[in-house]
């Protein structure tokens, strides 16, 4: 079985050759034209696909989804501005409560100091 596959290989690639007239042996033309016909066909292809996409980004349901892309983003933007705004708000309220709780204390806080002097004595 593998005597057959080998010589089945070697015939394969004898029967794609031909043999040039300095002696040496190429492969035939039929698959380099292929190759160039395909590589045609992809670049037409290419080219059809980038018009198809051109027409589609000019067209008007894409530009009012990209309007509307933009404004959204502009509602976001000033959504998060008030947001920010109530909460600066919010912070320097607190912070001057706590200002506040911090005055009172220094000047209702009284220190009374009491002094005890006790005396032993042994016997």
Same mark, same amino acid.
């Given at each position: &079985? %593998?005597?057959?596959?080998?010589? $089945?290989?070697?015939?394969? =690639?004898? !029967?794609? &050759?031909?043999?040039?007239?300095?002696?040496?042996?190429?492969?035939?033309?039929?698959?380099? @034209? =292929? =190759?160039?016909?395909?590589?045609?066909?992809? $670049?037409?292809?290419?080219?059809?696909?980038? %018009?198809?996409? @051109?027409?589609?980004?000019?067209? @008007? $349901?894409?530009?009012?989804? %990209?309007? !509307?892309?933009?404004?959204?983003?502009?509602?976001?933007?000033?959504?998060?501005?008030?947001? =920010?705004?109530?909460?600066?708000? !919010?912070?320097?309220?607190?912070?001057? %409560? $706590?200002? @506040?709780?911090?005055?009172?204390?220094?000047?209702?806080?009284?220190?009374?100091?009491?002094?005890?002097?006790?005396?032993?004595?042994?016997?």
């Amino acid at each position: &079985m %593998k005597r057959f596959i080998t010589f $089945a290989i070697v015939l394969l =690639a004898l !029967g794609c &050759m031909q043999k040039q007239p300095d002696g040496t042996y190429r492969v035939t033309n039929d698959t380099s @034209d =292929a =190759a160039k016909k395909a590589h045609e066909n992809a $670049a037409k292809s290419g080219d059809q696909i980038r %018009k198809a996409t @051109d027409d589609l980004g000019k067209s @008007d $349901a894409v530009q009012k989804m %990209k309007n !509307g892309s933009v404004e959204l983003g502009r509602g976001v933007k000033e959504g998060l501005g008030q947001v =920010a705004q109530k909460a600066g708000e !919010g912070l320097q309220k607190v912070g001057k %409560k $706590a200002e @506040d709780d911090v005055k009172k204390t220094e000047t209702t806080q009284t220190v009374t100091t009491q002094t005890v002097t006790t005396q032993t004595t042994r016997h």
